[in-house]
């Protein structure tokens, strides 16, 4: 997170550009260079049926543009895995040096000194990362300076505690700011351009390197290969088209067009093309794909939606920020300074942009694709399916109530956005339907996303090949915006799929029952809408569509708009209701706890989405608590998992004869299953 625009637009081609060294206060030097041939491959195999590797490990990754970027964007959920056990590794590709000012509420502005500045916000980390694994803010870290891919250098601070483990990697690159163009943005768009590193004032790593657009590329490969992360995290790389006039968009700090800074921006695209070449170079080495569930969170687009962390999750979040933003009176032993000042104390919470008041998914899922297996067979096992190392891939049941599941099936498809939609036909063949990131090139290259389908051949059999259904946007550029796929089947037979697309509206493309697919269209609305529609078909079997917007829940049924409900923090859960046509609707107001419906508050406090399903006795409803574990209601009761694999994600529901069940992912990248002990059988 930081508080400056984004770069101009028309970069100069051919270009290379020496960043100085913050530390020697030396002046950019800039001078022609012949560009290198753009790297063409490796790139994803979306062909089926590739090994997939296989651990019980856990380890989390993700990966920042700034320091602060994930305490700001990236929990609760981080912290959740961290009190697990889970080690982390959090990867900061800018030195965070911004204009080298490390500003102080109420006193005189003090001389820019990038290399103090960046060293302040270093220990600022520092102090955070200590408090979260239950130790004093000043707890001293093992700092050393290690070697990456091409023998660039980058700092390492390592502290271990109980058992859990957290790494800080420092790769130092200058950062955007209103002044200074030649930055991270620059990087991702110009294939000619270099950029040397700073340095930290008091870091191990003392000489700078310089790095062009796929040196990046590479050295973030080969961290992930290093450490071989089961969950990662990034920001997001694809934001809103957020229009604004100038003076507006520089009071928001964000790039012109969309609603993030350029930096967050541009490290996502860098990290997932880095996932895309590490899938790629695994299959082109062992032959196997790496097992991991990745997750994207939105950044400065929490300014202009609703707030979704009620006061208990947020007022946790916030305080994780009071030892990043430090204090100058603070002894932390670091001459640079003892945080970002400007960041520390109540200032988080009375920030009127409100960034750290939600938490919000890029692709938010309904959690696996869970479904009985249509083979023909009695017992009625289960089949899930999800996205690993960017491919869809099939778990299958070892048994009627094991819990237990085979190895993953890979099915293919990638590179994939982290969530699937899915749909049962009814024959029983699955459809499953994703985002494929069909070129993520930079410099210049094509940046194109498609809605792709997998189709089963037979009720609980093989598949037949990806197909590709295109893209409701015309233009790649507005492409890139478009959210996860929902899809429900009408009793006719027919499929209706549902994508938010570029103007935060909904698009639709049906399949009729031969097959055939109508063009898309837009459904017409009044709102914007966030991502994570909810579609639902009615005892009437008219199809219903859901979705929060900016100030209501949007409804639309049978493609017409409904009546609107009040506004929502996260998606919406609906199911059929008792009456014919009838709808019950479960969602949290913006801030709150308390889960809404039809019929008032449904006594069951949390945060995030649910699940929820019809069954004889009434709504099964599933969510997260205040403290972020699962937990299941049905029959007036309350149960919580309390065991097992930390989950990522949300998680799915399924009703079964012997009562409701959970279906998600660990952060040991396997599916797990809850089955509450004394739940009503169906």
Known sequence: MDDVSAPRTGVPRRRSVLASAAALGAAALAG?????????????????????????????????AHPDDDLYFMNPDTQRMLDAGVPLVSVYVTAGEHTGVNRIKG???VPPDRAAYSSARHQGLRQAYATLLGLDAFAPWQRSAATLRGGRRAEIDT???????????????????????????????????????????????????????????????????????????????????????????????????????????????????????????????????????????RGYYNRHWPKNLPPQVLKEKAAHLVPYGGDPSWDCGNPSGCGDYGVGGDRPLTNWKGWVRATHHRWPGAGPAVVTRADGRPGGR?????????????WRETGRDSGLWGEPEDLGGGPLAPALGSAVLPDGRVLLFGVRFAALGGHGGPN?????????????????????????????????????????????????????NADKGVSTRVRNADGGWSP???????????????????????????????????????????????????????????????????????????????????????YGPVAAAADGGGTVLLGRDLRGRVQLRQGGRLWTRTQGTVPVQAAALRLVPDGPLAVGLGADAHPWVWRPAGAPRL
Request: hydrophobic share 40%; aromatic share 6%; proline share 9%.
């Open 448 to 500: 194109r996303r498609e809605v792709v389908l997998l189709e089963q051949r037979s009720p609980g059999g093989p598949f037949l090949a990806w197909q590709g259904l295109g893209n409701p946007e015309r233009a790649d550029d507005r492409g890139r915006r478009i959210g996860v796929p929902v899809a429900v089947t009408a009793p006719d037979g027919r499929v209706h799929l549902f994508v938010r």
């Open 520 to 606: 898309w269209r837009a459904l017409p609305g009044t709102d914007e809408v966030q991502d994570g529609l909810d579609a639902v078909v009615d005892a009437a079997g008219r199809v219903h569509l859901l979705a929060a917007g900016r100030t209501s829940v949007l409804h639309w049924i049978d493609g017409a708009p409904a009546a609107p409900l009040p506004g929502a923090g996260d998606p919406v859960a609906a199911v059929p209701g008792p009456g014919s046509g009838a709808l019950e609707v479960y969602y949290r107001r913006p801030a709150a706890k308390e889960l809404l419906s039809g019929r008032g508050n449904a006594s069951f406090d949390g």
């Open 159 to 297: 502290l271990v505690h109980g058992g859990r483990r957290v790494e800080l990697i420092f790769l130092n690159l200058p950062m955007h700011t209103t002044r200074r163009y030649m930055a991270l943005p620059a990087l991702w768009h110009d294939r000619a351009l270099e950029l040397r590193t700073h340095l930290s004032a008091g870091s191990p790593v003392d000489r700078s390197d310089t790095y062009d657009h796929d040196q990046l590329i590479d050295v973030l490969v080969g961290l992930l290969d290093r450490y071989r992360p089961t969950v990662v995290q990034t920001l997001d790389p694809d934001p809103d088209i957020q229009v604004s006039n100038e003076a507006t968009r520089k009071r928001d700090s964000e790039q012109p067009g969309y609603s993030d800074h350029g930096d967050h921006t541009a490290v996502a695209c860098f990290s997932w093309a880095a996932l895309i070449r590490w899938v790629a170079e695994a299959q082109q080495g062992p032959g196997e794909i790496p097992a991991f569930v990745a997750t994207a969170f």
């Open 382 to 394: 289960l089949d899930a399916y999800g996205v690993l190392g960017l491919r869809a891939v099939r």
């Open 107 to 109: 006193m005189p502005e």
């Open 32 to 64: 022609c260079s012949v560009p290198a041939p753009r790297r063409t491959g490796p790139t994803a195999d979306p062909a089926p049926g590739m090994p997939i590797a296989s651990t019980r490990r856990a380890q989390l990754m993700q990966f920042a």
